[in-house]
């Protein structure tokens, strides 16, 4: 059974950090990535990496405050997402996200976790 389990949101002021982490488990896939969703908007890709390579890519918004980056360690698929600089309208629902495909066809999602900047 494929579980894709997201941690590390929450509260913080403008200009301050937080590091996301998702944990795969159940298969191995080409690419797993960020997206987010703000009220009243629709869902929105941050950042990929895809798996062998580590090639990244991010969206222009977050470019220079972002860092998404991935590891195996203790036989864990784990995919993180280093957010620095936050501003207000990174605030939002943040889902961790698997595709067996290059950049595409995310057909595996976790159950998002929530990052609030306060102004």
């Known amino acids: 059974q494929v579980q894709l389990v997201e941690s590390g949101g929450g509260l913080v002021q403008a200009g301050g950090s937080l590091r996301l982490s998702c944990v795969a488990s159940?298969?191995?896939?080409?690419?797993m990535a960020w997206f987010r969703q703000a009220p009243g908007k629709e869902r929105e890709i941050v950042a990929g990496?895809?798996?062998?390579?580590?090639?990244?890519?991010?969206a222009d918004s977050v470019k220079g405050r972002f860092t998404i980056s991935r590891d195996n360690a203790k036989n864990k698929n784990t995919v993180y997402l280093q957010m620095n600089s936050l501003k207000p309208e990174d605030t939002a629902v943040y889902y961790c996200?698997?595709?067996?495909?290059?950049?595409?066809?995310?057909?595996?999602w976790g159950q998002g976790t929530q990052v609030t900047v306060s102004s």
């Open positions: 996200a698997a595709a067996q495909s290059i950049y595409r066809d995310y057909n595996y």
């Open positions: 159940g298969r191995t896939f080409s690419t």
């Open positions: 990496i895809v798996w062998s390579s580590s090639n990244t890519n991010y």
